[in-house]
Structures are given as C-alpha cells and as structure tokens.
C-alpha cells in the first residue's frame, strides 16, 4: 500500500502563488504516472496536471503556462507550482498515482491506483 500526503493548500488572493507538495511512502514502486487532480462540490474530479515516469508532463488547458508539475524522487515527492492564481482554481486539491503512464494526456479518476486525502485552496479575490 502507497500512501499519499499532501501539504500546502490554504487561502491566497487572486493572483498569487501556492506551491502543493505529496509526500509518497514507496515512491519508486511502480508507478507510471504522477499527478494532480481537483474537485469542487458538486463536480468530478478532474486531472489538471500529470508526470509520466520518463518526465513528460501535460496540463488541462485551464491550468496550462500557470501551473508547473515536478518531482523530486531522492525525496519521494510531488510537486504542484501553482501561480496567477485565480478565484476558479479553489478546489480540494488531490495526489494521484498511476500504473498508467500519461504521455501526452490527462488521466481519468478511473485510472488512478492510489489517491492522496487532499489539500484545500481557497482563492479569494
């Protein structure tokens, strides 16, 4: 069993930045894909950025050139640089990962192998 603990959420004003991070158990077990997913009340979780394991990334058009996702796997972690942020990004923010790789797409809750408790942002502007 992996787990997955994210830290970093909490409230920022409209146009400012949070940096996510996800701390894994067994980073290197067998995952394919890293990623990001968030949901609001009321909506299906949806992935907005994801890490394959050879580095390719890939972002939903509404996060795309303000969000950035990385890893550092000495630390077994996950990052999420969040800038510009805007009253639409508030969401309970999710770490996932995958046996699935994700070159070039956007995984699907389906998809995912382990999921994180999630972390809050709040953008008030």
């Known amino acids: 069993q992996v787990q997955l603990v994210e830290s970093g959420g909490g409230p920022v004003q409209s146009g400012g930045s949070l940096r996510l991070s996800c701390a894994a158990s067994?980073?290197?077990?067998?995952?394919?894909?890293m990623a990001w997913f968030r949901q609001v009340p009321g909506k299906e979780r949806e992935g907005i950025a994801g890490?394959?394991?050879?580095?390719?990334?890939f972002y939903a058009d509404s996060v795309k050139w303000r969000f950035t996702i990385s890893q550092d796997n000495a630390k077994n972690t996950l990052y999420l640089e969040m800038n510009l942020l805007k009253s639409d990004d508030t969401a309970m923010y999710y770490c996932?990962?995958?046996?699935?790789?994700?070159?070039?797409?956007?995984?699907?809750?389906?998809?995912?192998?382990?999921w994180g408790q999630g972390t809050q942002v709040t953008v008030s502007s």
């Open positions: 890490i394959d394991r050879d580095g390719w990334t």
């Open positions: 067994a980073y290197s077990y067998s995952s394919n894909c």
């Open positions: 996932a990962s995958s046996r699935i790789r994700c070159v070039g797409r956007l995984l699907k809750p389906a998809d995912i192998t382990y």
